[in-house]
């Protein structure tokens, strides 16, 4: 216990403000508690990764931040700002195929912006743009059942970041790829953030990815009740190869030292089922 | 070449019914009172066809159909987005629709007659209230069922109440509403046709119900297959329609399993 508080202390002690700060953070679904009292801040243009045991409320905690649920006691703020409703300063990529079924790529991705009443003209340099970079160049026209899960998740990306969003969360963006396109798009998603680093927060339920993705990786207990057990910093150089990097011998440190963190608490939501 | 097959047995199944039965009628087994000739029948058509009065009635009976299906699939569109969105209002109305809908058409159309008389309007009316419950329910059902990570992923983005509305609770109803489509024309027409059957002075129904009222067997069954072929016509441009406007959706055999 006394090292997790150490490390904590260690975290909060970052110079910049937070952009995302979560303060004392109970969730409750009735009399179901799923977190309680989490304290978690996100610098700008810092990349956390969260892990935790399946169900243990990283979803949760992610609705949150998007002002998607209510906190039952504490508070959310966003760059200062309390978040009281839904929030659309922020990218949400979910786990689940969230695209309109009826739009084509194109019209997809300029939903953020039609919203906003970004002239077309304008949209239109933006939506070509981003799917360019994101590989989709020539889809435009595709439906989303005309598209691999690799392909959606492209454009998934593209549209939850053409809004410049402060804050960007990811809720186990990449679990349904397999395991090739998985690595593909991780270091994408690294290319496309490094060109313009903003706030992450990525919920995973797999440790490589957190670490080979994030500067510090929060490992939350098992639920009901969880709460962040402990933090670790990940001090590895950017830009990062995430196939290289997990021969890298701190790497493979890291991992040893989050898991036996991590371990405990599978093995608990195991027990507990 | 089993297609092929099959075409051809089912022409010769055809030829024998209608040969056996035209040999039954003319060596008088079978009473042409009640089930006159084929080739009658097929010269009632076609002298039907051929002449230019007989479309105002076609006419007449395409027109009650369209106003019925748009009129009844307007109202049931917007019913149907406005309970689907207001679970509470939904509640309290809730055995008003069923008591509603369980009244059986049939019986309504004396009234519309009396309220809107002999012409187009009551058969609309009557077209209408069949539609209605088919699109509402469904467009109902589509605004319920909206995927929720959908909708949240669509308000991060930054949708007001009117863009979800626009961009994706009717999109969603939309897309029932083009699958009952087969269903829903066909329920105008049936609308239409009850209600020229019961009173009018035009329409297929009407030549029906006139041939009837003549005891002109000859006239009834010349009425049926019109009517018949005036359904299958709807139906084939319907199918048209429906491969335009679903583009988005996978075609059956195309979708993906993940
Ligand atoms: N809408 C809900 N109503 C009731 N319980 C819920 C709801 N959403 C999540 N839960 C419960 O809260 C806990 C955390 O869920 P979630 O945040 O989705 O977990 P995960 O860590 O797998 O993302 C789980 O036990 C889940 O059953
Ligand atoms: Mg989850």
Redesign the pocket.
Known sequence: MSIAARKISAVSQTSLPPMVAIDNVTMA??S?V??ENVNLKVGNGEFLSIV??????????L?AIAGLLKPAKGAVSIDGATVGGVQNTIGYLFQQDALLPWKTAYQNVELGLMFRGVAAEERRAKVMAWLEKVGLKGFESRFPHQLSGGQRKRVQMAQALITEPKVILM?EPFSALDIHTRHLMQNELLRLWQEDRRAVVM?THDLEEAIALGDRVAV?AA??RSRVIESFPVDLERPRNVSEIKLDPKFMTLYRDIWASLRGEVEKSYASR | MQAVNVRLIQIALLALILGSWQIGVTSGVIDRFFFPAPLDIVQQVISWVADPSFYKHVGITLSETVLGYVIGTGLGVAAGVWLGLSPYVARVLDPFIKAVNAIPRVVLAPIFVLWLGLGLWSKVALAVTLVFFVTFFNAMQGVREVNPVVLSNTRILGASRSDLLRHVYFPAAASWILSSLRTSVGFAVVGAIIGEYLGASAGLGYLIARSEGNFDAVGVFAGIIILALFVLIIDLLLDVAEKRLITWRPKAGEERPA
Do not use: H, Q, R
């Open positions: 679904f009735g179901f799923a977190v935790g045991p399946t169900g243990c409320g990283k979803s949760t905690i609705n809720d919920i939350l639920g009901p």
